[in-house]
Each structure stands twice: as C-alpha cells, then as structure tokens.
C-alpha cells in the first residue's frame, strides 16, 4: 500500500515537531534559570508569571497580596528579566516575551 499525501505530510512533520519539542523545553529552561536569579519577589512572581503561566489575579490570591503590587512586580520583574537576557544573549529565545 502507498502512503497517502497526508500520511506524508504527517510524517514529514513529525521531526520539527519533536525539535520544536525540545526547543520549548530549552527555552523554558533557560527561562526558569532567568527568573530564579532575580532577588526576591521578584523571582517568585517571574516564575509564576513568565514560567508557570499564571495570571497576575492567581498571584495575588496564592500570595495574599494585593493585584496592583503583583501587577507592579511583573511589570519590574519583565524589565529585568528583559535586560538579564539581552546581556547573556538569549533574548528572543524564550517562548513567551517578559
């Protein structure tokens, strides 16, 4: 039996799904790296934020403190984080851009 186009393709595809695969979790890496060298709170915020996907609102909820002071630490901790990268030469790497 000859392989349809679209097995084809799926197959194809297959390779640079795992490389993307692999890339992601690099990526991740490097990012969960970034986040816990910055000094508290900022390091805890920038990985729930930036690395755990949570929203500034879950936060605020999970560490007792108020929207706008955790607002104001993702805001700080996205700039250092920005400049962090830039300085070790993987900004653009990360998967999501703090």
Do not use: W
Request: some cysteine; overall charge negative; charged content about 30%.
């Amino acid at each position: 039996m000859l392989p349809t186009e679209d097995i084809y393709l799926e197959q194809a595809e297959e390779p640079s799904s795992i490389e993307e695969s692999y890339l992601e979790q690099e990526t991740m890496q490097q990012l969960l790296v970034a986040c816990r060298q910055l000094k508290p709170p900022y390091d805890e915020v920038a990985r729930m934020h930036f690395y755990e996907e949570q929203t500034a609102a879950e936060i605020a909820k999970k560490t007792n403190c108020n929207i706008k002071t955790i607002q104001t630490q993702i805001y700080r901790a996205k700039a250092m984080l920005k400049k962090q990268l830039q300085k070790e030469g993987l900004h653009g790497t990360e998967r999501r851009s703090p």
